[in-house]
Every structure is written in C-alpha cells, then in structure tokens.
Nanobody, 121 residues
C-alpha cells in the first residue's frame, strides 16, 4: 500500500507563488512514478506533472510548463510542486498520485485526498 497526503494549498492572488507538498509512505511507493493532477469544478481531472524518484524523467502539462516545477526530498519522503506566476485558471483541487507515469488518471492506483488551490484575479 502507498499512502499520500497533500498540503500547502490556499487562497492566493494571481501572479504569486505557492508550494504544495505530498507526504508519502508505504512499503513500495518508490516503485511508482509520482504525479500531480488537478481538478477544477465541473471539469475532468487533468495531468499536471510527473517524475520518477530518480528524477531522470520529468514531464509537465503544456499549461504549466515553465511555471511549475516538481521535486522531491528523498530523506523526508516528500514530493513538492512549486508553482509560480499563478493564474486564476490554475484554481483547482490538486492531487498527488502514484502510478504508471502516464497522463491518464485511471493509471494511477494511489491518490491523496487533495488540497485546494484558489487563485484570485
């Protein structure tokens, strides 16, 4: 089993920054590719970013490329999503997930509970 707990969401103004964290635990979480997804009201869950624990491979959605950065702290088993130049369209619940590495949510068996990010204009 893999356990994921997100934190760091909040209400911010457009143009500012926010860093989300995802605490990971479980015996086999490092066997999975880690990803961030988000879901805005009335919309489908969409891929944001993914990377392997070795950080050899990283991928970003076009909508966040150049503004969002994924990283991890192996010693603390934490994942991060650093977000800069936030836009109102970034408003969503952000989820940490562990899975295959694809951009499809259904290929990720493990999910956190989500953290709300609201960007005001």
């Amino acid at each position: 089993q893999v356990q994921l707990v997100e934190s760091g969401g909040g209400l911010v103004q457009a143009g500012t920054s926010l860093r989300l964290s995802c605490a990971t635990s479980g015996r086999t979480f490092r066997n999975y590719v880690m990803a961030w997804f988000r879901q805005a009201p009335g919309k489908e869950r969409e891929f944001v970013a993914a990377f392997t624990w070795s950080e050899i491979t990283r991928a970003y959605a076009d909508s966040v490329k150049g503004r969002f950065t994924v990283s991890r702290d192996n010693a603390k088993n934490l994942l991060y999503l650093q977000m800069i130049s936030l836009k109102p369209e970034d408003t969503a619940v952000y989820y940490c997930a562990a899975g295959s590495g694809s951009r499809r949510p259904d290929e990720y068996p493990y999910w956190g509970q989500g953290t709300q990010v609201t960007v005001s204009s």
